[in-house]
């Protein structure tokens, strides 16, 4: 996350929970002249409506526009993570252990950048992820992005596999 990132995410976590609403992450892409802001928004017991979107973007809006945080024109986009989530925070990671996760490297890790596998844990500021036989550790400063892999067969097998 970078600065800019945790600036907003600091300036709206109290907005979106304020409506009821965790703020999952965020991502604030600059495309030129005009960048995409992200914010996604989860609920532990009830799943994210299109209204709890209106309600986050419309508050969150109001709220960067007085505070003035993006200095350039920006489309804001309020959804919720999606079965294909990407993991933000240490917390998501303990939420989710046993998922099957793509990770994705800054540097290569045994001559990869991507490791697929079964999400083992998170100890110290480092993740554990299962590829077949082989438990692979990978310190969380060098994970540029880790998503869910959803799995729509039950019959399919946990184990993952390293790609290169």
Not at 5 to 14: A, K, M, Q, S, Y
């Amino acid at each position: 996350m970078n600065t800019r990132e945790h600036d907003i995410e600091v300036l709206l976590t109290p907005v979106v929970e304020g409506l009821g609403c965790e703020l999952w992450g965020i991502e604030f892409a600059a495309q030129g002249r005009h960048s995409r802001l992200r914010i996604f928004i989860e609920r532990v017991e009830e799943r994210i409506t299109v209204e709890d979107c209106e309600r986050v973007s419309r508050a969150a809006s109001d709220v960067l526009d007085v505070e003035d945080v993006i200095s350039t024109a920006y489309t804001l986009e309020v959804s919720s993570p999606g079965m294909d989530r990407i993991l933000f925070k240490p917390v998501h990671y303990e939420r989710n252990v046993g998922a099957i996760v793509d990770v994705r490297l800054h540097y290569p890790f045994e001559g990869s950048k991507r490791v697929i596998g079964v999400l083992a844990g998170i100890e110290d500021e480092e993740v554990l992820v299962q590829v077949e036989d082989q438990e692979y550790v990978l310190p969380l400063e060098n994970i540029q992005r880790a998503r869910l892999v959803p799995q729509f067969d039950a019959g399919r097998s946990e184990q993952g596999t390293k790609q290169l």
